[in-house]
T-cell receptor, first 114, second 116 residues
Framework: AQTVTQSQPEMSVQEAETVTLSCTYD???????LFWYKQPPSRQMILVIR??????QNATENRFSVNFQKAAKSFSLKISDSQLGDAAMYFC???????????FGQGTRLTINP | DTGVSQDPRHKITKRGQNVTFRCDPI?????LYWYRQTLGQGPEFLTY????????KSRLLSDRFSAERPKGSFSTLEIQRTEQGDSAMYLC??????????????FGEGSRLTVL
């Protein structure tokens, strides 16, 4: 069974600084997707960034980038120039190519200190 | 706003009562998903529909749980004979057909259930 592990229940960072959230996963599949979703307090979860496993290049979306290490089954999220609006729960998630369900990690609560 | 909407947002019930949650997906999305999220945990997959067909159910979905999507539009999730362990946030999400396994789901704000 596929599993996703986020070993950091909570992280905090100073505004404008950079923070990295960790995620590891376990799978025997070769074709899959990895995601970071953001869940602000009392608001809906939204997709932050997505990585296809067959792509070697790390995905980037503005201030958000990932470090995808396929052999190590590691998928970390780097947030640069942290902003107050980045405060949220961040979930790492996985899906198999062609499958319809996401498997989520336990989440990391990110606090931004002004 | 044409996002995913869920109703009610909060429900408090007594153990043994039945509850029903409704989800209205984004109109052009034909896939609809239900997840359960307990405090401090990530969402867990419950079931998903493609149009009106329920194509996959998790073992978490006991016989007290039933989900429907009768006309391929809105969906309902009913929990019968609620137990305190059912207390959780129930999340609905939708996606278009061509998203495949690419995983961009559009979530609602959730329905929080508290069973006393």
């Amino acid at each position: 069974a596929q599993t996703v592990t986020q070993s950091q229940p909570e992280m905090s960072v100073q505004e404008a600084e950079t923070v990295t959230l960790s995620c590891t996963y376990d799978t025997s599949e070769s074709d899959y997707y990895l995601f970071w979703y953001k869940q602000p307090p009392s608001r809906q979860m939204i997709l932050v960034i997505r990585q296809e496993a067959y792509k070697q290049q790390n995905a980037t979306e503005n201030r958000f980038s990932v470090n995808f290490q396929k052999a190590a089954k590691s998928f970390s999220l780097k947030i640069s120039d942290s902003q107050l609006g980045d405060a949220a729960m961040y979930f790492c998630a996985y899906s198999v190519q062609g499958a319809q369900k996401l498997v989520f990690g336990q989440g990391t609560r990110l606090t931004i200190n002004p | 706003d044409t996002g995913v909407s869920q109703d009610p947002r909060h429900k408090i019930t007594k153990r043994g009562q039945n509850v029903t949650f409704r989800c209205d997906p984004i109109s052009e999305h034909n896939r609809l998903y239900w997840y359960r999220q307990t405090l401090g945990q990530g969402p867990e997959f419950l079931t998903y529909f493609q149009n009106e067909a329920q194509l996959e159910k998790s073992r978490l979905l006991s016989d007290r749980f039933s989900a429907e999507r009768p006309k391929g539009s809105f969906s309902t999730l009913e929990i019968q004979r609620t137990e305190q362990g059912d207390s959780a946030m129930y999340l609905c999400a939708s996606s278009p057909f061509n998203s495949g396994g690419s995983g961009e789901l559009f979530f609602g704000e959730g329905s929080r259930l508290t069973v006393l």
